[in-house]
Structure formats: C-alpha cells, structure tokens
C-alpha cells in the first residue's frame, strides 16, 4: 500500500479508492476530530460586529431628497427626516448589542425584524450613540425575518455616522 503520508504532504490528490487494514485506524482520526471540535468550538463563541455604513441609509420622511452623503456620513438638510437601511445578520447568530453613532442630540434608534407575514417588531433600540444590550429575539433568524434600522426625526445637520450591531456565533 502507498505512503499515505508521503503522497498527501507532497500534493498529490486521492481521486478514488479506499483505505483498508489497519493503514489508518480509528484512534488516528482522535487528534484531527479533537482539532476540528476545538476549532468550531472557538469560531461558535466567537464575538463579531456587523457594520451598517451611513451609505445604506435611505431616507424615508417627509422630504427623501433633502439629505446629503459626506465624507462618510449622512447628513439630514431639513427637519423630521427618519432615516431607514437594512442589516445583514448571520442565520443563528445571538444579537448581544446594537448601537447608532451620530451627532444627532435627543434622537433615537431601532433594530427592527419584519416577519414575513409583514409584522414588525423592535428588538433592540435607545437614544443615538447610546448602545442596547438588552435584545427581545436576539437570535437571528433570517428564515422568518428580515432585519433592519430606522430612526427618529433626525433635524438640519444631524448626522448618521453608522451602526453597529454585536453578535456571537
């Protein structure tokens, strides 16, 4: 029998074929099985952030033209505009805290989920540059829902910087 070692090492590819005898028994499997638990053991516990960038933001009310993007930012030209952007989270991650960062004083935000019935509801939500940890249906489930942000009545020269959403898994 071939030098299983030898040929994996060097490039070679099994096309077909199998493995008999004892060229590779059970208790050689135990280092790459542990490995491999070890592995998905971190990447499921593993803290990430998803960023929406001010870019995604659209506006919604009253006036969706009175809004500018600078420099990274959205910036509101009139008065009572909401602002709104969809979020991407991954499927069966656990949502531990969202946050809107902008300059907008006494403004809010939400994290939102739409069923695809069309019913929504707010997970998550607080005053601008204030973060939430406290999350209803932290876990995601994009099967059912889509997610999104929208805010208050941002005024003139309020801004959007981005949002932020923590999750682990």
């Not at 074929?17 to 971190?42: E, F, H, R």
């Not at 989920?113 to 876990?139: C, L």
Request: hydrophobic residues 35%; aromatic residues 10%.
């Amino acid at each position: 029998m071939a030098d299983l070692y030898s040929q994996y090492t060097s490039g070679t590819q099994f096309i077909a074929g199998a493995i008999t005898g004892s060229a590779l028994g059970v208790s050689g499997l135990n280092p790459i099985v542990d490995a491999v638990n070890a592995s998905t053991t971190l990447l499921a516990n593993k803290t990430s952030y998803t960023t929406v960038a001010a870019y995604a933001f659209s506006a919604t009310n009253p006036d969706t033209n009175n809004c500018q993007y600078i420099n990274g930012y959205l910036n509101a030209q009139s008065d009572n505009i909401t602002f709104l952007a969809g979020v991407q989270l991954p499927d069966g991650a656990v949502i531990t805290g969202a946050i809107l960062y902008g300059s907008a004083a006494g403004e809010s935000w939400e994290l939102r989920r739409n069923a695809t019935n069309g019913t929504v509801s707010n997970i998550a939500g607080n005053s601008v540059n204030s973060e939430d940890t406290i999350i209803s249906n932290a876990t995601v489930d994009n099967s059912a829902y889509s997610y999104f942000f929208d805010t208050s009545s941002f005024d003139t020269n309020d801004r959007v910087y981005f949002r932020s959403v923590r999750n682990n898994g």
